[in-house]
């Protein structure tokens, strides 16, 4: 004779943790540094957001070999490896990511004007060490399950 109860799957452990805020904002964080470093490491070569080379301080232009857009072409390069970073090793690429936003953020503090991005970048800063901190408990299970 059937019983006529119903029985509930137990949740799987991917899908628990897809419903852990912890981890939820884990996944937000690594694919806002992931994607935004591309994202802007490719403009570096068009110039189609912004007028990069106007964002780089000039004592920084003097001590680099080249144009300032020379320059900018490197920073798009470093900006998409740390993309690339965060999505393979977010432990390390949170970090790498926090290290360039400072260096951007003594670069913006040093042109008279730029204040207020210095100020949203220390923000975004402060998102990446949250990112290379929560990647410590997270990154690396969700293979696991």
């Known amino acids: 004779m059937s019983s ?3 029985s509930t799957t137990p949740v799987g452990p991917r899908r628990a943790m897809l419903t852990d805020p912890g981890y939820q ?4 964080l690594r694919t806002g540094f992931t994607v935004a470093p591309i994202l802007f490491g490719l403009d570096k070569f068009a110039n ?5 080379p106007t964002y780089l301080a000039p004592w920084i232009n003097d001590l680099v070999p080249g144009s300032a857009q020379a320059a900018m072409y490197a920073v798009g390069v470093i900006e998409i490896v740390a993309g690339v970073a965060v999505a393979v090793a977010p432990r390390f690429g949170g970090w790498l990511v926090a290290g360039w936003l400072g260096g951007i953020i003594i670069n913006l503090l040093t042109i008279p004007g730029h204040y207020d991005i210095a100020l949203r970048d220390f923000g975004l800063l ?3 060490v949250a990112l290379a901190r929560l990647a410590e408990r997270y990154h690396g299970k969700q293979e696991r399950l």
């Open 4 to 6: 006529a109860t119903t």
């Open 25 to 28: 904002a884990f996944l937000i």
């Open 48 to 52: 189609l957001l912004v007028d990069w």
């Open 126 to 128: 402060l998102g990446a």
